[in-house]
């Protein structure tokens, strides 16, 4: 069996979601309130690759300094992905995506001296009727012109039980998978 850690940064500005993304798909839990922890925090999820390979994805938040805008080396050393966050709701947390992708950009860079691939997540897309989304322009442009490998609506939050039920009826795996 290989195992490989992976580090992956969750990065962007502060109340946009990501220590939501994070403890949603680490531990399936959402809150309204999660403390800005200090420093920095980081998660671990384990996927079974394939049946030799474990990685071990080492998820870092950034937890309470975000308003500052920009991070140490140290934090950024030795990450192979990022996944650069902003909220739908908040045209602010847009606007500073590419401060974001720049910090990380010019403090990192893969063993090859490519930069770290970073996918971009428009996060609490449950909230779209108050979002901006007239305002954005086409992510599909955005994230190819700025470098990015690929981006995503998300939501951390877990949708109504009807809503739920539909869904898992239209999934071949079913809950859990
Ligand atoms: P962080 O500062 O980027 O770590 O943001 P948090 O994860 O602390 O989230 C800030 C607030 O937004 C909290 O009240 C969360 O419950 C809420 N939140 C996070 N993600 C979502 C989402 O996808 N949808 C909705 N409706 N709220 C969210
Ligand atoms: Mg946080």
Redesign the pocket.
């Known amino acids: 069996m290989r195992e490989r850690l992976l580090k992956v940064l969750v990065i962007?500005?502060?109340?946009?979601?990501?220590?939501?993304?994070?403890?949603?798909y680490v531990h399936q839990v959402?809150?309204?309130?999660?403390r800005?922890t200090i420093g920095v925090d980081f998660a671990l999820k384990v996927l079974n690759w394939d049946h030799k390979t474990v990685v071990r994805l080492q998820l870092w938040?950034?937890?309470g300094q975000?308003r500052y805008g920009n991070m140490t080396r140290v934090y950024y050393r030795e990450a192979v992905g990022a996944l650069v966050?902003f909220?739908m709701t908040r045209l602010s947390t847009f606007q500073a995506i590419l401060k974001w992708k720049g910090d990380l950009d010019s403090k990192v860079a893969l063993s090859n001296g490519r930069p770290v691939p970073a996918v971009l997540l428009a996060?609490?897309?449950?909230?779209r009727r108050h979002g901006l989304c007239p305002k954005l322009p086409k992510l599909e442009n955005f994230s190819k012109e700025y470098g990015f490998v690929d981006w995503y609506e998300?939501?951390?939050?877990p949708p109504p039980p009807a809503l739920r039920d539909k869904a898992l009826s239209h999934s071949q795996t079913g809950p859990g998978v």
Not at 123 to 127: E, G, I, L
Not at 154 to 157: E, P
């Open positions: 962007g500005d502060l109340g946009v979601g990501k220590t939501s993304i994070i403890k949603r959402f809150s309204q309130h999660y800005a938040d950034i937890a975000e966050v909220d996060n609490k897309c449950d909230q998300t939501s951390a939050k």
